[in-house]
């Protein structure tokens, strides 16, 4: 079903056609494919498509007997925010008991924002196959979706003569999980249920970026830009005491603790609808976008987004279980730094834990003053003697400080602390590369063994002669800082047989050996024919985010979350053919988050596309009045949880 205008297909039209179609069909066979291209979706060119979700994109599947079929896409709307689902509100959020929060804790000016918070941050997506499914209202098959909701952008002032407050960072976050009903003949989902994951055993949920689907079918979701530990050591961390019904309280006074935030965290969803979370506290704690779990369902990788953040991995002691293994850092030893850069890795072990040895830790109370200590450039400078020991980093320190150059020693015993509450802190005491900037969305291939990681942005320490105070210059790339603010993918080939930099083998097949960029952005080009607003250009991708992998396509998809392009895409990536297609177009100002890919889900094969923050005045600041105002106005700013639709199942 391919709707005439806008091409965009509302639950209720999915609803009567899922109706319509009956209930009694089998699963269709999945189509044994050669190859899968995607025709193009043109940029924006008025004033609807600006402001709309739109494809005109449809996949020409050439199957293995060499026939061809052409399938139309389609964008289908689940829900948006402030939408009730059977039972609950898209993009709630809530406190521990589960109850709307009405009201922020006041600003540094005593400004409040009043509820009740319905996000429009709608961010990583798992859409979750799970056996003896069963749900009141499901006429098809039963889906589970799970999604985060990041953060919330505005909301208005408790003085109705102020402006609207920036809530970013400033509340409690939330995951949703939406029962859908398959349909069995047109694939068509139906939203039937929606609730709130309870994250009261964990006390709450800090900033949810991207996700990723396990290869056991549980949702694995990423808490972003972790509470600097050193600063709320001694300042109240008021959006989670939000959550838990302690404002104004430090940690040692009952308040929430930053060390229970900035890690993973996994969600397992029954076949009644019902989710339990867990936080994984042996994978570290970093500004984490997510995790992606390779073929061997042990190995994982991370984005750590920020600007002079790491390259981590992480390797399981069993299959299937995240909850104990060996964390590493990249070290990046440069072969070229030309077209972005081409570089061996090289792994420096961090150290080895269990989810329960690291969260006595949290629950004995340990503080940020109990790992380091800590001194300026001043300091050293003053008296070296007194400050033997200590070494220099440069790295992002997470939510609540600057980053600066600062000394730092660790304390008797504290390497394991340090390895995982103070990741990136201990990737640079031992010498990991820190110049990494916006390390975002991570997705691999099982087939070829090869995994993609991206640079949104490449700034600060990566370009050569830009790093300043930075203790040391692992990555120096050359070109134009223009098309390096276009953002690039990198690739790397994974292997066995590996061993860290002490020597010791690494106990992984999958272990990322290299790393080089097949795909980037580029400045636009003087006088181009579309994109009057656009920096980079309009026919590339611009600041990659989110990635996913199909092994069935063998297409990498490409999701934006860029300042460089009025208008964010979807992309769809052919490392066979070396091309790049436009396959998706979000309204202005927002991103597109929650990608992900299905091939083959009862006969059906979706795309999760989620549109995060329509119309956020942050995101449309930089343009002129007649996008910042005129076209502002004309956005609904609700957020959008979705997919692409009109694939059938497809297999090798």
Same mark, same amino acid.
């Given at each position: 079903?391919?709707?005439?205008?806008?091409?965009?297909?509302?639950?209720?039209?999915?609803? &009567?056609?899922?109706?319509?179609?009956?209930?009694?069909?089998?699963?269709?066979?999945?189509?044994?494919?050669?190859?899968?291209?995607?025709?193009?979706?043109?940029?924006?060119?008025?004033?609807?498509?600006?402001?709309?979700?739109?494809?005109?994109?449809?996949?020409?599947?050439?199957?293995?007997?060499?026939?061809?079929?052409?399938?139309?896409?389609?964008?289908? $709307?689940?829900?948006?925010?402030?939408? !009730?689902?059977?039972?609950?509100? @898209?993009?709630?959020?809530?406190?521990?008991?589960?109850?709307?929060?009405?009201?922020?804790?006041?600003?540094?000016?005593? /400004? $409040?924002?009043?509820? #009740?918070?319905?996000? %429009?941050?709608?961010?990583?997506?798992?859409?979750?196959?799970?056996?003896?499914?069963?749900?009141?209202?499901?006429?098809?098959?039963?889906?589970?979706?799970?999604?985060?909701?990041?953060?919330? &952008?505005?909301?208005?002032?408790?003085?109705?003569?102020?402006? #609207?407050?920036?809530?970013?960072?400033?509340?409690?976050?939330?995951?949703?999980?939406?029962?859908?009903?398959?349909?069995?003949?047109?694939?068509?989902?139906?939203?039937?249920? +929606?609730?709130?994951?309870?994250?009261? /055993?964990?006390?709450?949920?800090?900033?949810?970026?991207?996700?990723?689907?396990?290869?056991?079918?549980?949702?694995?979701?990423?808490?972003?830009?972790? #509470?600097?530990?050193?600063?709320?050591?001694?300042?109240?961390?008021? #959006?989670?005491?939000?959550?838990?019904?302690?404002?104004?309280?430090?940690?040692?006074?009952?308040?929430?603790?930053?060390?229970?935030?900035?890690?993973?965290?996994?969600?397992?969803?029954?076949?009644?609808?019902?989710?339990?979370?867990?936080?994984? !506290? @042996? &994978?570290?704690?970093?500004?984490?976008?997510?995790?992606?779990?390779?073929?061997?369902?042990? &190995?994982? !990788?991370?984005?750590?987004?920020?600007?002079?953040?790491?390259?981590?991995?992480?390797?399981?002691?069993?299959?299937?279980?995240?909850?104990?293994?060996?964390?590493?850092?990249?070290?990046?030893?440069?072969?070229?730094?030309?077209?972005?850069?081409?570089?061996?890795?090289?792994?420096?072990?961090?150290?080895? %834990?269990?989810?329960?040895?690291?969260?006595?830790?949290?629950?004995?109370?340990?503080?940020?003053?109990?790992?380091?200590?800590?001194?300026?450039?001043?300091?050293?400078?003053?008296?070296?003697?007194?400050?033997?020991?200590?070494?220099?980093?440069?790295?992002?320190?997470?939510?609540?400080?600057?980053?600066?150059?600062?000394?730092?020693? +660790?304390?008797?015993?504290? *390497?394991?602390?340090?390895?995982?509450?103070?990741?990136?802190?201990?990737?640079?005491?031992?010498?990991?590369?820190?110049?990494?900037?916006?390390?975002?969305?991570?997705?691999?291939?099982?087939?070829?063994?090869?995994?993609?990681?991206? @640079?949104?942005?490449?700034?600060?320490?990566?370009?050569?002669?830009?790093?300043?105070?930075?203790?040391?210059?692992?990555?120096?790339?050359?070109?134009?800082?223009?098309?390096?603010?276009?953002?690039?993918?990198?690739?790397?080939?994974?292997?066995?047989?590996?061993?860290?930099?002490?020597? /010791?083998?690494?106990?992984?097949?999958?272990?990322?050996?290299?790393?080089?960029?097949?795909?980037?952005?580029?400045?636009?080009?003087?006088?181009?024919?579309?994109?009057?607003?656009?920096?980079?250009?309009?026919?590339?991708?611009?600041?990659?985010?989110? +990635?996913?992998?199909?092994?069935?396509?063998?297409?990498?998809?490409?999701?934006?979350?860029?300042?460089?392009?009025?208008? /964010?895409?979807?992309?769809?990536?052919?490392?066979?053919?070396?091309?790049?297609?436009?396959?998706?177009? @979000?309204?202005?100002?927002?991103?597109?988050?929650?990608?992900?890919?299905?091939?083959? !889900?009862?006969?059906?094969?979706?795309?999760?596309?989620?549109?995060?923050?329509?119309?956020?005045?942050?995101?449309?600041?930089?343009?002129?009045?007649?996008?910042?105002? *005129?076209?502002?106005?004309?956005?609904?700013?609700?957020?959008?949880?979705?997919?692409?639709?009109?694939?059938?199942?497809?297999?090798?």
């Amino acid at each position: 079903m391919r709707p005439a205008i806008g091409l965009i297909a509302s639950t209720a039209l999915v609803g &009567t056609l899922a109706g319509l179609a009956g209930i009694a069909h089998a699963a269709p066979a999945p189509l044994k494919v050669k190859s899968v291209e995607f025709t193009t979706t043109p940029a924006p060119a008025n004033g609807f498509e600006l402001v709309n979700p739109y494809t005109r994109s449809s996949a020409i599947v050439t199957l293995a007997d060499g026939t061809q079929q052409t399938f139309p896409l389609s964008y289908v $709307i689940l829900h948006r925010s402030g939408d !009730y689902i059977g039972g609950w509100y @898209s993009g709630l959020i809530v406190d521990h008991a589960g109850k709307p929060v009405q009201q922020t804790a006041p600003d540094k000016d005593g /400004n $409040i924002a009043v509820g #009740p918070f319905m996000s %429009a941050g709608a961010d990583g997506t798992s859409l979750l196959q799970i056996a003896d499914a069963k749900v009141d209202g499901v006429k098809g098959n039963a889906l589970f979706l799970v999604n985060h909701l990041e953060y919330s &952008t505005e909301g208005p002032n408790l003085d109705p003569t102020k402006p #609207p407050l920036d809530l970013y960072g400033q509340l409690p976050m939330a995951m949703n999980v939406t029962v859908l009903d398959q349909d069995t003949e047109s694939g068509g989902l139906r939203p039937v249920k +929606l609730s709130t994951v309870d994250f009261s /055993n964990v006390d709450g949920l800090w900033i949810p970026c991207n996700g990723s689907t396990t290869p056991w079918m549980t949702h694995l979701g990423s808490e972003e830009y972790e #509470p600097d530990a050193r600063v709320f050591e001694t300042k109240p961390l008021e #959006p989670m005491n939000l959550y838990r019904g302690t404002l104004g309280k430090l940690w040692n006074d009952g308040g929430a603790n930053p060390y229970r935030y900035g890690h993973m965290v996994e969600v397992a969803v029954k076949g009644d609808g019902s989710s339990t979370a867990i936080k994984h !506290y @042996s &994978t570290g704690r970093l500004a984490f976008e997510l995790g992606d779990v390779m073929g061997d369902g042990r &190995t994982v !990788y991370f984005g750590d987004d920020g600007d002079d953040v790491i390259r981590a991995m992480y390797v399981a002691d069993k299959e299937n279980d995240l909850s104990a293994g060996t964390l590493y850092a990249a070290k990046w030893q440069q072969e070229s730094g030309e077209d972005f850069g081409r570089a061996k890795l090289a792994w420096i072990r961090l150290g080895h %834990a269990s989810d329960g040895e690291i969260q006595a830790m949290i629950d004995g109370g340990i503080r940020f003053s109990d790992i380091w200590e800590v001194a300026t450039p001043d300091d050293v400078k003053a008296d070296p003697a007194k400050h033997e020991g200590f070494r220099p980093i440069y790295i992002y320190p997470g939510t609540g400080s600057k980053t600066v150059l600062e000394y730092i020693k +660790l304390k008797p015993g504290r *390497e394991q602390a340090a390895a995982f509450l103070e990741t990136r802190r201990y990737a640079a005491w031992l010498g990991a590369t820190t110049e990494f900037t916006k390390v975002e969305g991570v997705a691999h291939s099982k087939a070829d063994k090869k995994m993609w990681i991206v @640079s949104s942005t490449v700034r600060a320490g990566m370009p050569d002669g830009k790093n300043d105070v930075r203790p040391q210059d692992d990555i120096r790339l050359v070109g134009d800082s223009k098309d390096f603010n276009c953002g690039a993918v990198y690739e790397s080939n994974l292997a066995g047989g590996q061993k860290d930099t002490e020597g /010791n083998a690494i106990d992984s097949e999958w272990v990322a050996t290299d790393t080089y960029s097949p795909v980037h952005g580029a400045k636009q080009p003087e006088g181009a024919a579309v994109g009057k607003y656009d920096a980079c250009n309009t026919d590339l991708v611009a600041n990659p985010d989110n +990635l996913r992998w199909s092994e069935a396509m063998r297409t990498l998809f490409i999701g934006e979350d860029s300042g460089t392009h009025l208008n /964010n895409f979807v992309w769809a990536y052919n490392p066979d053919a070396k091309s790049v297609t436009r396959i998706f177009s @979000s309204p202005a100002g927002a991103e597109n988050t929650g990608l992900n890919v299905f091939d083959d !889900y009862n006969g059906h094969a979706y795309i999760t596309a989620n549109i995060q923050h329509p119309g956020a005045a942050e995101d449309l600041s930089k343009y002129p009045d007649e996008i910042k105002i *005129e076209l502002r106005h004309q956005l609904d700013q609700r957020g959008y949880v979705g997919y692409l639709g009109g694939l059938p199942a497809l297999s090798r």
